[in-house]
């Protein structure tokens, strides 16, 4: 029973994947007229209240105390934090080399920063898989040189990566304290209202002014690219681990671009087809072999 609701959750991880890469391409459309303090609010608020039927459905009481709020607002922040980097980084580049260098890298600093932090010795074969996942990572984006990777919207990319490894992290340990959906909830909500303060002054109902797309574009990413893709993230993070849950975002490259190509005429090139192959490789050797105690 164990293996088969291990299984539910892998399948279900594979589809917020999908989610998330369609993510990159809504975020993109939201970059060309709004502010990225107007656009985090919302994202925020939307957020917010797609939670509240999901919170009546599991009929469970949110119960905050010292822990619980410690967890919070540690995800709070980072999650703040992530959309910045991300909006900043997609408004300068492209939506699919955001989707492949932070799903890329961001498995290697979580299992990174689970070895140093909690002196976890990992398997070869999971570090066979990591180097796969970087090769498949670097094919993609054609690296040759340092600089080429650290320039400007990559930066906000690398970024990225590193934040949502503490994401993912912060995660796990929450659920010891508070329900993920409970946790998601409660993160967005402190989010929001940290947002609106700093946003207070800017034009937040200039929102109301944007077309068909934009509305299309900023209820994917909260509804489905956050609420239900976010959610069955921190679900699966605390059923399988951080280190298992993170290395499904290895499959993010490949459908965000496939997606970016559908929808904002993105090139996809064989050099990109390869490297994401490789990368699907990489879930594969990572996820062969797993320890049965989780840190």
């Not at 590193?162 to 929450?174: C, D, L, P, R, Y």
């Not at 797309?213 to 681990?241: C, E, H, N, R």
């Amino acid at each position: 029973m164990n293996s088969m609701n291990n299984t539910r959750f892998m399948y279900l991880l594979v589809l917020a994947m999908f989610l998330w890469a369609g993510g990159w391409s809504a975020l993109k459309i939201l970059t060309y007229d709004v502010p990225v303090d107007v656009i985090i609010f919302w994202r925020f608020f939307i957020v917010t209240l797609s939670f509240l039927p999901l919170l009546f459905f599991i009929k469970q009481p949110v119960v905050l105390d010292k822990n619980t709020l410690k967890y919070a607002l540690a995800g709070a922040v980072l999650n703040i934090s992530f959309m910045v980097g991300s909006f900043l980084g997609v408004k300068y580049g492209l939506a699919g080399s955001g989707g492949v260098i932070i799903t890329t890298l961001s498995p290697v600093m979580t299992f990174l920063f689970v070895a140093i932090l909690f002196k976890k010795r990992l398997q070869n074969i999971q570090y066979f898989g990591l180097a796969l996942g970087i090769v498949g990572g670097f094919i993609m984006l054609e690296l040759k040189d340092i600089n080429l990777f650290l320039n400007g919207s990559n930066t906000y990319f690398l970024l990225c990566a590193i934040i949502w490894a503490g994401v993912t992290i912060v995660s796990q340990h929450s659920h010891k304290y508070l329900h993920p959906i409970h946790y998601s909830f409660v993160i967005s909500l402190i989010a929001t209202i940290a947002a609106f303060a700093y946003a207070y002054n800017s034009d937040l109902l200039s929102v109301f002014n944007e077309g068909f797309y934009f509305w299309i574009a900023l209820l994917y990413i909260t509804v489905l690219g956050q609420s239900i893709a976010t959610t069955i993230f921190f679900m699966a993070s605390g059923k399988l681990g951080s280190e298992t849950t993170s290395s499904f975002m290895f499959l993010v490259p490949l459908f965000a671009l496939i997606i970016a190509w559908i929808v904002l005429d993105e090139p996809i090139e064989m050099h990109i087809l390869i490297g994401g192959a490789v990368s699907l490789v990489a879930v594969y050797f990572i996820n062969s072999t797993r320890k049965k105690k989780e840190w």
